[in-house]
């Protein structure tokens, strides 16, 4: 057998406006005891959150004085400054938490309990309302100009909190504000209905310094500002670094870029920030690529010995197809037990299981699984008839021929993780088979629970306009239309030998539970000296686990 090297499927693509898929802003509000009223904030849900189960590192942005929850979003851009990091693998997926104070500057101060609403009722009420990894080590702070002054103090005096603060011209006055500087007019550091300096400088970072550097705690910091700031915030920036150096060396940056106190300056610096920030984070599990193939490689005994697609003369294709392809778990349909046993001689590294639909042993076509035994362990198995007696060799409904359904359950022998895979072939006759064989399989699924992403491949022998398959989608997902790249290969899945190519006629696929990615999806339309492998293109499609 000629052994052919396997396609590259898919390029990665890092840059920043390529980004195909987006992540959420949710708006959120609760009743604030202690400021007494309404607390408003937003929060970035990324990519693939609402599909998963998985809980994400939290990044608590500040704003300036007088803002407001969207001031980070236009025209700073955070969502779209997120989305690129994240797609292009610079930044692992996070929460964003965007909270409100209007003139409050995060602090307890004359007016409100800044600081204590955040860390006492907004923390907690977002950490517990979305799926938050609520650890210090996965918690992060950043804010710019009094913003950048409360996520300094914060991290200061509770750094067991924080993993790591950014600080965009942070507002961090010592000993005093400018005269312009709003932290004279604005509440928190008022007595009497005047700028207090006593106030101010109990409030401010140096006041915290000794305690953090007794405390034996690092809390690594980025500082950015601009070299034109109007309020001396460069020098301030400076003099914050030249104090804390020596204390946390190489757990301290400062950046002093072009620019004056403005939405450019951030706008430039948020990214490195945030890769800042980023490393600072537990490294993300990698999550686990697989390449799944659906595959009706016609029965082997439908053709006469001296017929040139006489499975004698096709398994070297078939095989060849499948190598060339990378897969990694193949779902194949028609197959008999002798053309199962070829390709796995052929193909060496693969384990499988299946039986024959007409004894439950040996007899008659099966949907047979080929699982890479050095990718995956095969942990269960079983196979159910497609009828209303699944668990006995039986013919369903309206259905010409017994149909069945294999169900294994494999354990990933890189990460340990749990897959269910489920390949199927529905009855080319009955309609009523096809809908009833989809809620059996949907029923299926639903009984899996929560235990393993699940994959389920198959020849449905109908295109997607059957009831059956809205019963599908709504535990599953049609590979096809969530790939995350432009589908290739056309949209012909079943091609009789070439004789009859019949546009949009695809009844073969690949559906993943919420929460698998899918990178791609292909159908392999290629032949060999003008030779088709088999009458049906397989669907390949390459797969991100949760």
């Avoid at 608590?60 to 979003?73: D, M, P, T, V």
């Amino acid at each position: 057998m000629m052994h052919l090297r396997r396609a590259l499927l898919y390029l990665l693509l890092p840059c920043l406006t390529l980004v195909a898929h987006a992540g959420e802003l949710v708006s959120q509000r609760f009743e604030s005891k202690l400021l007494q009223r309404d607390y408003h904030y937003q929060v970035y849900l990324p990519d693939g959150y609402a599909q998963g189960t998985k809980r994400y590192p939290v990044l608590y942005l500040l704003h300036g004085a007088g803002g407001e929850e969207n001031e980070w979003l236009d025209p700073i851009g955070l969502r779209q400054i997120l989305d690129g990091l994240i797609e292009s693998g610079q930044i692992q997926p996070l929460l964003v938490v965007l909270p409100a104070h209007l003139q409050g500057w995060w602090v307890d101060g004359a007016k409100d309990r800044g600081e204590s609403a955040l860390l006492q009722e907004l923390m907690p009420h977002a950490e517990r309302a979305f799926r938050v990894d609520a650890r210090g080590e996965t918690r992060l702070i950043a804010g710019f100009s009094a913003g950048g002054f409360g996520a300094l103090n914060l991290a200061l005096k509770y750094p067991q909190r924080f993993a790591g603060a950014a600080l965009l011209s942070p507002a961090i006055y010592d000993p005093l504000p400018p005269a312009h500087s709003s932290a004279m007019t604005q509440p928190p550091f008022q007595s009497g209905g005047t700028f207090d300096p006593a106030r101010w400088q109990a409030l401010n970072y140096p006041a915290h310094l000794g305690a953090y550097q007794r405390s034996g705690r690092v809390v690594p910091l980025f500082i950015l500002s601009g070299d034109r700031d109007t309020f001396g915030i460069a020098l301030q920036s400076a003099q914050l670094y030249e104090r804390l150096r020596l204390h946390q060396p190489g757990a301290i940056a400062l950046r002093i870029v072009e620019g004056e106190h403005e939405d450019a300056v951030w706008r430039r610096g948020l990214p490195e920030a945030l890769r800042f920030l980023n490393a600072r984070l537990p490294p993300t599990p990698l999550r686990e690529t697989l390449r799944v193939m659906s595959y009706n490689i016609r029965c082997g005994s439908c053709e006469r010995t001296d017929d040139v697609n006489h499975w004698s003369r096709r398994k070297f294709l078939v095989a060849a197809v499948i190598e060339q392809s990378g897969a990694d778990v193949i779902g194949l349909q028609e197959a008999e037990l002798f053309q199962t046993r070829d390709l796995v001689a052929l193909l060496r590294d693969f384990d499988w299981v299946g039986v024959g639909r007409d004894d439950g042993r040996e007899q008659g076509e099966m949907n047979a699984v080929l699982v890479r035994r050095s990718a995956f362990a095969i942990r269960a198995q079983k196979t159910l008839w497609l009828s209303a007696t699944p668990d006995r060799v039986s013919r369903g409904w309206d259905a010409m021929l017994n149909r069945t359904l294999t169900v294994l359950q494999l354990s990933s022998r890189r990460s340990g993780q749990t897959v269910n895979f489920l390949n199927t072939h529905f009855d080319h006759i009955g309609k009523r088979a096809r809908d009833e064989s989809a809620r059996l399989i949907a029923a299926t699924v639903q009984g899996l629970g929560e235990n393993g992403a699940v994959i389920l491949s198959g020849d449905f022998n109908s295109n997607t306009d059957f009831a059956g398959y809205r019963w599908l989608t709504q535990r599953l997902q049609d590979a096809a239309a969530v790939s995350r790249t432009p589908l290739a290969g056309g949209s012909i899945s079943f091609n009789g030998f070439g004789a009859d190519l019949q546009p949009d006629n695809k009844i073969d696929y690949v559906f993943v539970s919420p929460g698998v990615q899918v990178q791609s999806h292909r159908i392999i339309t290629e032949r060999y000296n003008g030779r088709y492998a088999s009458d049906h293109f397989p669907v390949l499609v390459q797969l991100l686990l949760p």
